[in-house]
């Protein structure tokens, strides 16, 4: 009975060890889960801080596109704009020169006509010369 006595202490004594030790465990166990759940916590909260700034990073630099690209339009049209104004003036300039040439040759012809008209009646005797004679 000693050796069954013995035994019951023994298992009882063991038996309140291992509730010991589970208790310790459970209790390290749920540290253990705690600190990891905060982990988990604390880079969730990073990678979402992370995203955010990237997202305003592209937002900006997106925002800083479209400024650039309403830019070069804005200068794209003031160009053509001016092209346009060039060729305006060109026609006009090759116009009036043109029309200034036209001038210069009528004015030409006229004079040759002038001309022609005066040689032919320095050529021709007057009429009136004839009946006096």
């Not at 465990?25 to 955010?52: A, G, P, V, Y």
Request: charged share 40%; aromatic share 2%.
């Amino acid at each position: 009975m000693d050796s069954a006595h013995g035994d019951e202490r023994n298992l009882a004594h063991s038996a309140a060890g291992r509730n010991v030790a589970r208790n310790t465990d459970s209790i390290e166990i749920e540290k253990l889960k705690e600190e990891h759940e905060k982990q988990i916590q604390k880079l969730t909260f990073e990678n979402r801080i992370k995203t955010l700034e990237l997202e305003k990073e592209m937002s900006k630099q997106d925002k800083e596109q479209k400024m650039k690209i309403l830019q070069l339009e804005k200068d794209n049209q003031s160009l053509s704009h001016e092209l346009e104004l060039v060729k305006l003036k060109t026609a006009h300039e090759m116009e009036a020169k043109g029309g200034v040439f036209n001038l210069k040759m009528k004015d030409l012809e006229i004079l040759k006509d002038k001309d022609i008209t005066a040689k032919d009646k320095t050529n021709a005797k007057p009429k009136s010369m004839k009946w006096r004679k």
